[in-house]
Structures are given as structure tokens and as C-alpha cells.
């Protein structure tokens, strides 16, 4: 499983970094990614990284402000978000799979969830 951690209520403007663990397997999968979903919204793709040569991707909203990246002797993945926008309020998720041969932006392609962790952005 998945265990996330980090999220909180913070300024606009401000910083969070969200961590990842996993818990039971190595994080070894193709790619690994943090999804998030705003209230009445879908579940958005936000930040992917591969295994393999760790490439990152990241969605338009978040590029440039978002940094994704992972530690391997601590079995972890991370999301640093800087400057931070009330309309990055949302709950967000972690996410791999075991199956995947490529970078997806569709949450319906990955097996392995964590359990949300909800950011606030707010004066």
C-alpha cells in the first residue's frame, strides 16, 4: 500500500511537500504519480516520474511551481508545491501500478492508491 503524508492548510503563495511511502513492495514500478481531485471535479493528473531514467511530467497547471521526485533507500516519492493558488485545493493522491509500460494521465490505468491527503489553499 501507499501511505501519504503532508497535506495541511496553507497560504496562497506558500509551500507543502507531500511524501508517499510505500509499505509491503519496492517502488519499483514504470512510473509512479500524484493525481488530485477537486470537490465536484475529476480526478485530475498532476506530476509523474519514471523508474527508469526518472523523466518527470507534469500537468499545465502545476508546471513550474510543482517539482516531483523520489528516495529510493527510503522506499518514497515526494511532491514539493511552491507557490501554491487557492485553485490547487484539492485532495491528492499517490499513485503507481504494477502493469503500466508507460506514462498515463488516466487514473482508471493505475492499481495502487494511497489513502488522499487533503491541501488547502486559503488567506
Known amino acids: 500500500q501507499l501511505v501519504e503524508s503532508g497535506g495541511g492548510l496553507v497560504q496562497p503563495g506558500g509551500s507543502l511537500r507531500l511524501s508517499c511511502a510505500a509499505s509491503?513492495?519496492?517502488?519499483?514500478?514504470?512510473?509512479e504519480a500524484w493525481f488530485r481531485q477537486a470537490p465536484g471535479k475529476e480526478r485530475e493528473g498532476v506530476s509523474f516520474?519514471?523508474?527508469?531514467?526518472?523523466?518527470?511530467y507534469y500537468s499545465n497547471s502545476v508546471k513550474g511551481r510543482f517539482t516531483i521526485s523520489r528516495d529510493d533507500a527510503k522506499n518514497t516519492f515526494y511532491l514539493q508545491m511552491d507557490s501554491l493558488k487557492p485553485e490547487d485545493t484539492a485532495v491528492y493522491y499517490c499513485?503507481?501500478?504494477?502493469?503500466?509500460?508507460?506514462?498515463?494521465?488516466?487514473?482508471?490505468?493505475?492499481?495502487?492508491w494511497g489513502q488522499g491527503t487533503r491541501v488547502t489553499v486559503s488567506s
Open positions: 509491503g513492495f519496492t517502488l519499483d514500478y514504470y512510473v
Open positions: 499513485a503507481t501500478d504494477s502493469r503500466l509500460r508507460y506514462v498515463s494521465f488516466d487514473p482508471y490505468d493505475y492499481n495502487i
Open positions: 516520474i519514471m523508474n527508469s531514467d526518472g523523466s518527470t
